[in-house]
T-cell receptor
């Protein structure tokens, strides 16, 4: 089925380890986003990408790295995981740039850093 | 700066009651879009509606209705005759005309419908 898929769905890692969250979309949407969801904060933008090989920081980028070598993939890497990065991570895509273009979200990855 | 406030952290209603979820936003832009998303217990985020800042007409979709009032910077969401399946976290969000093409979210309102 077409859509946006995230993997893994759940991940437990230790402090200091590197971990990569995967995001794949089949719509060929130009824009892709990574958000984190935390109680009391709603969803906050970590990084976004306007097209392949174009990425930029969002509101809370520290400790994260992204890449977008192909339009359909937008992995998020935590270089050295910290407990404060325990969160639910959502990947999203948007077909075009425009105020009326909604974001379509994946099912999320629940990450726990011990 | 963009800001969305959902002051109601949690709401509980008995099935078949009507409920209104409040959303207040701040922006200096004259054009923007407002959105509502639903996050059911399964965790995914489901797009419900978008509204142009120039269109203040209320919108109704089945049991759902939205009241947009630019004068008070509010975009409230009403569920009529609530059902257990409406239990979810609801997010209001703002999309400005410039920037990252992303959404600015409120902190969400958790709605529990009691059978």
């Amino acid at each position: 089925d077409a859509g946006i898929t995230q993997s893994p769905r759940y991940k437990i890692t230790e402090t200091g380890r590197q971990v990569t969250l995967m995001c794949h979309q089949t719509w060929s949407h130009s824009y892709m986003f990574w958000y984190r969801q935390d109680l009391g904060h709603g969803l906050r933008l970590i990084y976004y990408s306007a097209a392949a090989d174009i990425t930029d920081k969002g509101e809370v980028p520290d400790g994260y790295v992204v890449s977008r070598s192909k339009t359909e993939n937008f992995p998020l890497t935590l270089e050295s995981a910290t407990r404060s990065q325990t969160s639910v991570y959502f990947c999203a895509s948007s077909e075009f740039q425009g105020m009326n273009s909604p974001l379509h979200f994946g099912n999320g990855t629940r990450l726990t850093v011990t | 700066a963009q800001k969305v406030t959902q002051a109601q952290t949690e709401i509980s209603v008995v099935e078949k009651e009507d409920v209104t979820l409040d959303c207040v936003y701040e922006t200096r832009d004259t054009t923007y879009y407002l959105f509502w998303y639903k996050q059911p217990p399964s965790g995914e985020l489901v797009f419900l509606i978008r509204r142009n800042s120039f269109d203040e007409q209320n919108e109704i979709s089945g049991r759902y209705s939205w009241n947009f009032q630019k004068s008070t910077s509010s975009f409230n969401f009403t569920i009529t005759a609530s059902q257990v399946v409406d239990s979810a976290v609801y997010f209001c969000a703002l999309k400005p005309p410039a920037g990252a093409n992303n959404l600015f979210f409120g902190t969400g309102t958790r709605l529990t419908v009691i059978p």
